[in-house]
């Protein structure tokens, strides 16, 4: 039998039905609410209660810290797959078959270049602007050169503009670091594995040849895995509901970029290094920041702590701090930031503030210090991210559009001034 809830509201009762997930979660389906009860809302600040989508992609339990990818957990694709396997998974469902992937490798191969004329864009910014903001500009951008719209009912157009943008973005990502770094452009080369190419195109100096290096190729592949989706996340949620309005898919994901910058969001891998170096400079001493993130006046958090599903662990974190401790024990790094975001996560792990309130290090309390180990410059942290997270927001989008879900449109509850009457200039 199917199961009902029951709101009563002012005496009057509404059976509202309940819909189950493949998971067993239970969802109280309001959509008839508004009009059952004659214009009765709900309020949800920050949509803590609130289910936006029905999704196929991405499962994740925060109570038992279980992510999966179509059904594939992280751990195995992290350790079994790459990263454009995965990106393949996320976005048309299945793990691919041998075909399917080198098909899909190749087709991105045949994309992978910009139009010249994005350079002249790239050449206008200052080299402080944060890649970031850099990023966000240019994948707005690549809308002039490419299609503005895609026709989604076309299977061959959407798998079109999919590749385009798998293959310009590492481009553009590479482009916004070497402009920071005052470096030539690099184009890339298209014998070379995606993560090995974006690498190449990051770092290869312009009077050097370029020696790969597996331990950071595989390193970086890793956490791209763990970034690649996360359900309905600020950035993934902002996509959707810019790609609601039938903006087309390079325009929400220029808008994913910049939610993602924030940073309560991805933006949070370069304040967690920020945060650990400054405790470095001011003597190491952790209590003392300790005390701040637990003070209601003092505006200071313990960045790379906390998450608003993860209430146990985030298990990409538990993946990634073996990464880290492997990344620099191969390349025989010692970095004394690691020994006090290590000391860090002891005293909090201990500390009742952040047991109470189930505060654990999340992905991006990890992810920075194996970043700084690779040689990515702190600005370029959350640009990674993104990237990591590029395949997720095709996935989302091409669902959104697929299932022919209506443009996002939320209510809200008017607490303003109500009717006045208008003065003229010189009565007020
Ligand atoms: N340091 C100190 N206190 C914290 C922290 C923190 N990092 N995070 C949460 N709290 C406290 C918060 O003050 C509140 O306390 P109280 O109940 O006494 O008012 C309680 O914990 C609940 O916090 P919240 O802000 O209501 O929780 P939320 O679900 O709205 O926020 C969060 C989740 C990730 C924005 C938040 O934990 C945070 O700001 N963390 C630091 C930034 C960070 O690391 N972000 C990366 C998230 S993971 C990557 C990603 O997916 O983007």
Redesign the pocket.
């Known amino acids: 039998m199917s199961q009902t809830a029951t709101l009563e509201v002012n005496g009057n009762k509404y059976e509202f039905p309940i819909i189950k997930g493949s998971e067993q979660e239970l969802a109280i389906d309001i959509k008839a609410l508004r009009g059952a009860t004659g214009g009765v809302t709900t309020i949800d600040p ?1 949509y ?1 209660n609130t289910g936006s989508c029905q999704s196929a992609i991405t499962f994740l339990n925060g109570e038992e810290g279980i992510l999966r990818y179509r059904g594939y957990s992280i751990e195995d694709l992290a350790e079994k797959a790459d990263f454009l396997e995965v990106a393949y998974a996320l976005i048309f469902g299945d793990l691919p078959t041998k075909e399917q992937l080198e098909k899909f490798n190749n087709d991105i191969k045949a994309e992978a270049h910009v139009d010249e004329d994005v350079k002249r864009i790239l050449d206008g910014f200052p080299k402080s602007a944060h890649p970031m903001g850099v990023l966000s500009s240019l994948t707005s951008a690549l809308i002039a050169f490419n299609p503005s719209s895609v026709n989604v009912d076309s299977e061959e157009d959407m798998y079109q503009a999919i590749v385009k943008i798998m293959a310009k973005f590492p481009v553009l990502t590479a482009w916004a670091h070497r402009k920071r770094m005052g470096m030539p452009l690099d184009y890339g080369d298209d014998s070379l594995g995606y993560v090995e190419n974006f690498l190449k195109m990051m770092f290869k100096k312009p009077n050097q040849e370029y020696k790969k290096n597996d331990i950071i190729i595989n390193a970086i592949d890793k956490l791209l895995i763990l970034h690649a989706d ?1 359900e309905q ?3 993934t949620s902002t996509v959707r509901i810019v790609g609601s309005s039938h903006a087309g898919l390079f325009a929400s994901i220029s808008a994913g970029i910049s939610a ?1 910058w924030g ?7 370069q ?2 290094i920020e945060m650990l170096e400054a405790i470095k400079e001011d003597g190491g001493d952790t209590k003392k920041y300790m005390g701040k ?2 003070d ?1 006046a003092d505006p ?11 209430k146990n662990f ?1 298990p990409r974190a538990k993946i990634i701090k073996v990464a880290a401790d492997e990344v620099l024990g191969d390349l025989g790094i010692v970095d004394p930031v690691l020994d006090i975001a290590k000391g860090l996560e002891q005293e909090a792990l201990l500390d009742q ?2 047991v ?4 654990y290090p ?4 990890y992810s920075g210090i194996i970043y700084r180990a690779l040689g990515i410059p702190t600005e370029m942290f959350t640009p990674m ?1 993104a990237l990591g997270r590029l395949p997720g927001w095709i996935a989302q989008w091409r669902e959104m559009r697929l299932r022919k879900e209506p443009i996002g449109r939320p209510r809200q509850i008017y607490i303003g001034e109500t009717f006045r009457e208008f003065k003229n200039l010189n009565d007020r």
Do not use: I
């Not at 940073?263 to 891998?269: F, I, K, M, S």
């Not at 200071?300 to 993860?310: C, P, S, T």
């Open positions: 920050g803590k996360h996340n600020c950035s993602l940073p309560l969001h991805g933006g949070a891998n304040a967690v993130a637990k209601k200071f958090r313990l960045m790379g702590f906390g998450h608003r599903v993860y985030d503030y952040f109470d309130r189930k505060l999340n992905v991006d309390f991210f």
